[in-house]
Nanobody, 125 residues
Framework: QVQLVESGGGSVQPGGSLRLSCAAS????????VGWFRQAPGKEREFVTS????????YDSSSVKGRFIVFRDNAKNTVYLQMNSLKPEDTAVYYC??????????????????WGQGTQVTVSS
């Protein structure tokens, strides 16, 4: 089992920045691919970005590419999501999720076995 806890959410003005953290406990977290997803009210949960365990390859959705950066510190069992140039449309509950490498697509919610409880990000003037 892997337990995930997100933190770092809050309210920020457009153009601002936030850094989310996803802290893991349980099995060897460094072997897991970690994805970030978000869900706005009335919308489906959507993929944001992911980072592989092996070579730390990242994959970003087009909506956040160039603005969001995902990185991990395996020694701390933590994955971070640095969010810059935030827009009102980035407002959502952000979730981190983890899975062992396999055939599933990193953009699919069904690929992930473990999920955090989510943290709210609100971008508003």
């Amino acid at each position: 089992q892997v337990q995930l806890v997100e933190s770092g959410g809050g309210s920020v003005q457009p153009g601002g920045s936030l850094r989310l953290s996803c802290a893991a406990s349980g099995r060897t977290f460094s072997r897991y691919t970690v994805g970030w997803f978000r869900q706005a009210p009335g919308k489906e949960r959507e993929f944001v970005t992911s980072i592989a365990w092996s070579n730390e390859t990242t994959y970003d959705s087009s909506s956040v590419k160039g603005r969001f950066i995902v990185f991990r510190d395996n020694a701390k069992n933590t994955v971070y999501l640095q969010m810059n140039s935030l827009k009102p449309e980035d407002t959502a509950v952000y979730y981190c999720a983890a899975c062992l490498p396999g055939p599933g697509l990193v953009v699919s919610v069904d690929t992930y076995d473990y999920w955090g409880q989510g943290t709210q990000v609100t971008v508003s003037s």
